[in-house]
């Protein structure tokens, strides 16, 4: 397959191991991250825990910052500011989120992205072998080693994930 998003170019270009799972996405869905988890538990067998949703969010000064949790999950913002080292988190903008990354909202990959941010991902990733995150549009998912993740996009692991 060749390299459609940005994450995708990106995974390429650095030659790291990953897999591309596609699936037809439902315009309907409530909830972007809960279909692909469902999708992918039925199809390949994976646990929810171990697909991931990406999450921009606003730091105290404006900034903004990626947070990385299981889709089965809702962030801890508490938690989340303290590992992007602010006071204080809160859900960015939608229109700022996709300017910023230059993805469309539920097709929001941690990769490939316009700004590179500072970012926190949930350390239960590193309890899996793989896990899955998007690739960068609806209804497509990558699949790689959660130290690839945490490699490429320079973050911090922390407990973010209320639970």
Do not use: W
Not at 60 to 89: E, G, N, Q, Y
Not at 101 to 114: A, D, E, K, N, W
Not at 137 to 161: F, H, K, M, N, S
Request: proline fraction near 5%; include cysteine.
């Amino acid at each position: 397959m060749t390299a459609s998003t940005p994450a995708l170019a990106l995974l390429t270009a650095r030659k790291v191991a990953h897999t591309v799972h596609s699936y037809e996405h439902d315009p309907h869905a409530q909830s972007y991250g809960e279909e692909a988890a469902q999708v992918l538990v039925e199809r390949l067998g994976v646990r929810p825990e171990q697909v991931f949703k990406t999450l921009i969010v606003e730091r105290t000064d404006r900034s903004l910052a990626v947070a990385i949790v299981p889709v089965t999950t809702m962030l801890s913002l508490k938690s989340a500011a303290t590992a992007l080292a602010t006071r204080k988190i809160a859900m960015a903008d939608r229109a700022a989120a996709e300017r910023s990354t230059g993805y469309v909202f539920g097709g929001i990959s941690p990769l490939g992205q316009r700004k590179s941010l500072p970012t926190a991902i949930d350390d239960s990733a590193l309890n899996f072998e793989t896990i899955l995150c998007s690739a960068g549009r609806r209804g497509l998912e990558i699949e790689l080693a959660p130290a690839d993740l945490v490699r490429l996009t320079r973050a911090t692991t922390a407990p973010i994930a209320a639970r």
